[in-house]
């Protein structure tokens, strides 16, 4: 291994993007979770929520056209 490593060019700039790369992501299994999916599934979750908040006008519009044609059956009945 000593020889493989040895002929290897491990550029600095790189190495130390992978460093901090992997430093980021001890960061965020220290905060979500001791795994790497349970920080995905942070992430999916957080995600769902911001989409329900950033588009609740829409939901809102699409919940009232629900009820009024809910009223209008139930008028039917």
């Known amino acids: ?3 493989y490593s040895a002929g290897m060019d491990i550029d600095p700039a790189e190495a130390s993007a992978l460093e901090e ?3 980021t992501f001890d960061t965020l299994k220290r905060k979500y979770g001791p795994s790497l999916e349970d920080v995905v599934a ?3 979750r ?3 929520r911001l989409d329900s ?3 609740r006008g829409g939901k809102i519009e699409a919940l009232r056209e629900e009820v009024g044609s809910l009223a209008e059956r139930l008028e039917e009945v």
Do not use: G, Q, Y
Request: proline share 0%.
């Open 1 to 3: 291994m000593a020889d």
């Open 21 to 23: 790369r992997i430093n």
């Open 42 to 44: 942070h992430h999916e």
């Open 46 to 48: 957080a995600s769902e």
């Open 53 to 55: 908040i950033e588009n």
